[in-house]
């Protein structure tokens, strides 16, 4: 079954995450490729994951760090990614989380070979600058922005990025 919604591109999918992270309630799915991501989001936590792959299901009984990878592992796959996304009704996980989303985020983000399309969107100079519009002025990027550049130790251009 497709979802209608809109669509996503390379290294979006952290920023709607990011988007919706504070609502009270909300639960965002991102398609790429034929399986369908739930990422239960309330108040900045991520209390909920679910997939329609195999390989990325929370299952009741798994070791608590071993689920709290699975969320951060999916996003990273979704970050050099494009797909369509939508917004719906969170459901009761099957198995509750309660991990901070910039947690999942920065594990995505440790866990992607290429930072370059999140980079496009932020910028490449300090602070970043809003890329063309894309990114709507209440997503913060502190906790992106802070990562990037612990990693980098230096501003470095989108090149060096991928020694």
Same mark, same amino acid.
């Given at each position: 079954?497709?979802? +209608?919604?809109?669509?996503?591109? @390379? =290294?979006?999918?952290?920023?709607?995450?990011?988007?919706?992270?504070?609502?009270?309630?909300?639960?965002?799915?991102? +398609?790429?490729? =034929? +399986?369908?991501?739930?990422?239960?989001?309330?108040? =900045?936590? @991520?209390?909920?994951?679910?997939?329609? /792959?195999?390989? %990325? %299901?929370?299952?009741?009984?798994?070791?608590?760090?071993?689920?709290?990878? $699975? *969320?951060?592992?999916?996003?990273?796959?979704?970050?050099?990614?494009?797909?369509?996304?939508? +917004? $719906? %009704?969170?459901?009761?996980? /099957?198995?509750? #989380?309660?991990?901070?989303? /910039?947690?999942?985020? #920065?594990?995505?983000?440790?866990?992607?070979?290429?930072?370059?399309?999140?980079?496009?969107? #932020?910028?490449?100079?300090?602070?970043?600058?809003?890329?063309? =519009?894309?990114?709507?002025?209440?997503?913060?990027?502190? *906790?992106?922005?802070?990562? @990037?550049?612990?990693?980098?130790? /230096?501003?470095?251009?989108?090149?060096? #990025?991928?020694?």
């Amino acid at each position: 079954m497709a979802i +209608v919604g809109e669509s996503f591109r @390379v =290294g979006q999918a952290p920023f709607l995450l990011q988007r919706h992270a504070h609502a009270v309630k909300a639960a965002v799915e991102l +398609v790429h490729a =034929g +399986v369908t991501r739930t990422f239960a989001l309330a108040e =900045g936590k @991520v209390v909920g994951f679910s997939s329609s /792959s195999p390989e %990325e %299901e929370l299952k009741p009984g798994l070791d608590p760090t071993e689920a709290s990878l $699975v *969320p951060a592992i999916a996003l990273a796959r979704l970050v050099a990614a494009s797909g369509e996304y939508r +917004v $719906v %009704e969170p459901k009761a996980p /099957s198995v509750p #989380l309660a991990l901070p989303l /910039s947690w999942v985020i #920065l594990e995505a983000l440790r866990r992607t070979q290429d930072l370059s399309p999140v980079l496009d969107l #932020l910028g490449t100079n300090r602070p970043f600058v809003r890329a063309g =519009g894309n990114l709507t002025p209440n997503v913060s990027l502190v *906790p992106l922005e802070a990562f @990037v550049w612990d990693r980098l130790g /230096s501003p470095l251009a989108l090149a060096d #990025l991928q020694r």
